[in-house]
């Protein structure tokens, strides 16, 4: 029989090499697409009590994303159903955590303004 031989390293070669799984704020994001896909995820508080949230996957990573700016992308498609793009901004941190999503015009033509002289 015979046996595999497995590279040992060392913890410091170990701690060198981790990648920690992290789980971003979707508020990191300059301009959130609200076309990428959305998966469930469960974890555990502090306590050990389970609790679930969701993320939006972007660039191969996780994003956060609280109940609250789904609730808030929700109220700007019922008004603009061909919505494209969000700015997430977050204020706040622990339980006192708010968000603010505003709508991202999507314009294939640079924006013209006019100014008028008197």
């Not at 799984?21 to 076309?35: E, F, Q, Y």
Request: charged letters at 40%; hydrophobic letters at 30%; aromatic letters at 6%.
């Amino acid at each position: 029989m015979e046996e595999k031989q497995t590279e040992e390293k060392s913890l410091k070669q170990e701690a060198q090499d981790y990648e920690p799984k992290l789980t971003l704020n979707i508020a990191d994001l300059d301009r959130v697409d609200i076309s990428f896909p959305m998966a469930d995820r469960k974890s555990k508080d502090k306590e050990g009590k389970e609790f679930d949230y969701k993320v939006m996957m972007a660039n191969e990573q996780e994003y956060r994303t609280p109940a609250s700016v789904l609730e808030e992308i929700q109220k700007i498609l019922k008004l603009r159903p061909d919505a494209k793009f969000v700015n997430v901004t977050k204020k706040g941190s622990g339980l006192n955590t708010s968000y603010d999503v505003e709508l991202i015009e999507d314009t294939a033509e640079p924006k013209v303004t006019e100014t008028v002289q008197a």
